[in-house]
């Protein structure tokens, strides 16, 4: 959303570390590298039910995350560009009461030691 709406990414905001570990191989593998024996990772799915309103407030507008923190910088103007593409991403997600259901994926890792 923050691309979408024309606002580059800061060079001193990190993207999120584990996104090149975001498989379940690559996650075992990073274990596995780490001196962990029998490593395995297996994705998990579901969906997140919320409010887009309160989601906006509550992650956005709190400056959670590094995509909160991108958008704590912005003006008023760029920031509204930046809900308005918000809000068109995701409301192909509506379900009833309002709420939108956000899929959402994990990597679940264990190893020993």
Known sequence: MILAAGVPWPDDIPVPPFRAYSSPD???ALLA???FADATAHQL???HR???QEW???VYLARVGSSGLVIGRQDTATVARIKGEFDRLIARYAVDDGQ?????????ASGTR
């Open 50 to 52: 919320v409010d887009p």
């Open 56 to 58: 906006w407030a509550e």
């Open 45 to 47: 799915s579901w969906e």
């Open 33 to 35: 590298g780490a001196g």
């Open 26 to 28: 690559a996650f075992a």
């Open 100 to 108: 939108v259901a956000l899929p959402a994926i994990a990597i679940l």
